[in-house]
């Protein structure tokens, strides 16, 4: 496993009339090479979690571990953590600073002591693999769109070559195009490089299209933690603390309803196109 966490616990201003525990007794294990889907309702303490996963927030009270090493032990190095543990914020324009984008990329890579010549292999190979084009590798990383500026942000993060990828909302504010265009190239990272990612999404439809395992927070815990269709067929449950199941699962539901012999719990339009024409040949005079 990567990164396991024990009893960990978390308050924000412990000695003041403004205490607030965001994260209660969690207890989790993030195995190498696993996409894991991070959901929950504004103030769940989604953000506050993964900050704890390399080093950036301290825990108030429990243990976590990297690859079985204590990363509050004095002697443990959280400045290589947080090359190998990557984090891409919610406003990734907010973490881009240079005067172009490909020294903006050179920056991290840099910051390790690594020479120049592989602090520049690194930027090209990482803004290759987002799937940014040349021509806008000395730009300014403010003229670009709001895509583009998600795709530099990630370049960023993987010039540092991390073994964990962590992406909050990633895809806030983009068209569906930009979107699908930046989690398709999250997926084929994850399937080409054995990546373990971490994606924190408001979209029920997004996470139950890529990922494999759903971790749903709700104040400060964990409410659930299963395979999407597994999570998803708790959609009454989900709904009590404020989220939902993706829009095709409600339709299968009816449908099932209505006497289709159906799978209920489909969770990507995929699955349930498949489902829907199966039960349409069973009918078939």
Known sequence: MSIRLENVNYIYSPDSAFRKQALKDIHLEIRDGEFIGLIGHTGSGKSTLIQHLNGLMKATSGHIYYNEQDIYESSFNLRGLRALVGLVFQYPEHQLFEVTVFKDIC????????????????????????????????KSPFELSGGQKRRVAIAGVLA????????????????????????????????????????????????????????????????????????????????????????????????????????ENATTVEEAKNEILAALGRIQP
């Open 107 to 138: 920056f991290g890579p840099k910051n390790l002591g690594l020479p120049q010549e592989e602090c520049e292999k690194r930027a090209r190979e990482a803004l290759n693999l987002v799937g940014l084009k040349e021509k806008h590798w000395q």
């Open 160 to 263: 540092m070559k991390p073994e964990v990828l962590i992406l909050d909302e990633p895809t806030a504010g983009l068209d569906p195009k930009g979107r699908n265009d930046i989690l398709d190239q999250i997926a084929r990272l994850h399937k080409e490089g054995n990546m373990t990612v971490i994606l924190v999404s408001h979209s029920m439809e997004d996470v139950a299209r890529y990922v494999d395992r759903l971790i749903v927070m709700n104040r400060g815990s964990v409410f659930m933690d299963g395979t999407p269709s597994e999570v998803f067929k708790h959609y009454v449950e989900l709904e009590r603390i404020g989220l939902a199941a993706p829009q095709v699962t409600y339709v299968m539901h009816q449908l099932a309803q209505k006497g289709f012999s159906v799978n």
